[in-house]
């Protein structure tokens, strides 16, 4: 099957350029100028972008939390993704304490294969170690799991900080790269028990147990950690100028340092958690949203190029889930949706308002992803040889988000109302159409990705 996109704008991180793209089966096969190519479909897309097909390298989809389990699974999620012009996300498969790392990853390709809309690729979670699972470890690699994520907060997934240091030193020796949740998690205790004590028990004491500061230490906790390790490590949803200033610290040092951050913490703020009605229950994830200051901080942190990726952190819950914590802030289940609406918003209030350019969204919505996971350039560009995962955008036009268009398993949206510019037309995943105009077209279409090391310089 042949596909001949002509007259669009190619955005690629390293530039734009107006071309042709040919596409063979799952291929791009051509770009160049005036292709012509009998028996392919030919679709016009002047005056559109093509952007390479968004990575979202930060979802929970099907994942169990708070005694419950996330609103999206890899069949919602993955259909909502791919409407959102993601074509591959990487997961966090999540093994309990006491179940091996191989346990864990054979129970998320049960979770996710042969249902999921978009392809996706796992990283593994240590939330414990011990001789069998450092013997494991290079097991992961040989099944395409080259990444790991570790916690500085939530007891039930933490090791300490000796682990993991000891866990950082075995994953250096096979080039993994690590992401890490950076907060500090006794004091955040000792806050919440002071709150609770003092019946302090509304949304808005959400953010006051998890102030910046506290994700600033566990940042430059960690980076010392990986400073004595010499391994480079993921700050995954850094959210605050706090934290900025542990990673410029460490840079300064000579350290790598690898940065991502989130819509939520780009264009929400911290005032949602004050609404009335227990509305602020929407919005409660971890790190909290902070302050407006604080965004305008991570705008500039893009444009500069401190940051490196933005994610989603999706982890959805309804209305109803989060209802479980009317009575009690820390009975809320923690996360917001994102993948649907991640790339129409980048492009908004990132690209069409200034704030960054377009090779920039393409940076870090798809080309920095796929190198620091190791899946470049299999994804994250349009080049010939590259699957062709590709986004046609529109930029004229304008509509606004609304919870009841979106198809994520969720009755509510956290950016219900934003206006957006423009908007995605088609999604191609692996050469097929898969999403036209809002529909998507291949629901189960994804396969999962195995990746090489890890390769952003
Ligand atoms: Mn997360």
Known sequence: MKTLLKNGTIVNASGSRRADVLICGEKIKVIGEHLESENANIVDCTGKLLFPGFIDAHTHFDLDVCNTTTADDFYT??????????????????????????YGLDLWHKKA????????????????????????????????????????????????????????????????????????AGVIDALIAEHKAAGKLGPENHPRCRPDVLEAEAV?????????????????????????????????????VYVETCPQYLLLDERRYSLPDFEGAKYVCAP????????????????????????????????????????????????????ETRGELIYTYGVAEGRITKEQMAKYLSENPAKLYGAYPRKGAILEGSDADI?????????????????ANVDYNPYEGFRIAGGIEQVYLRGRLAVENGRVLEDKGGVFIPRGLSDLK
């Open 391 to 407: 986004v046609i955008y529109n930029p004229e036009g304008e509509k606004t988000v609304r919870a009841k268009d979106l198809i």
């Open 220 to 256: 430059g906790r960690l980076l010392k950690m990986a400073c004595v390790a010499d391994v480079p490590v993921v700050i995954v949803h850094l959210t605050c100028d706090a934290s900025l200033k542990e990673v410029e610290a460490a840079r300064a040092r000579g350290q790598r």
């Open 77 to 102: 999620g993955g259909r909502a993704a791919l409407k959102g012009g993601t074509t591959m996300v990487i997961d966090f498969a999540c093994p309990n304490k006491g179940e091996s790392l191989q």
């Open 288 to 339: 909290p949203l902070r302050t407006p200051y604080d965004q305008a901080r991570l705008w500039k942190a893009l444009r500069d190029g401190e940051i490196d990726t933005i994610s989603t952190d999706h982890c959805s819950f309804t209305l109803k889930q989060k209802d479980a914590g009317r009575d009690d802030f820390t009975k809320i289940p923690g996360g917001v949706p994102g993948v």
């Open 113 to 184: 294969d042969g249902r999921t809309a978009c392809d996706y690729s796992f990283h593994m979670t240590i939330d414990d170690w011990n001789e069998s699972i450092r013997a494991e470890i290079p097991k992961m690699f040989e099944q395409g799991v080259t990444s790991f994520k570790m916690y500085l907060t939530y007891p039930a997934m933490m090791i300490g900080d000796g682990e993991m240091f000891q866990a950082l030193q075995e994953l250096r020796k096979y080039g993994g790269i690590t992401g890490v949740h950076c907060e500090n």
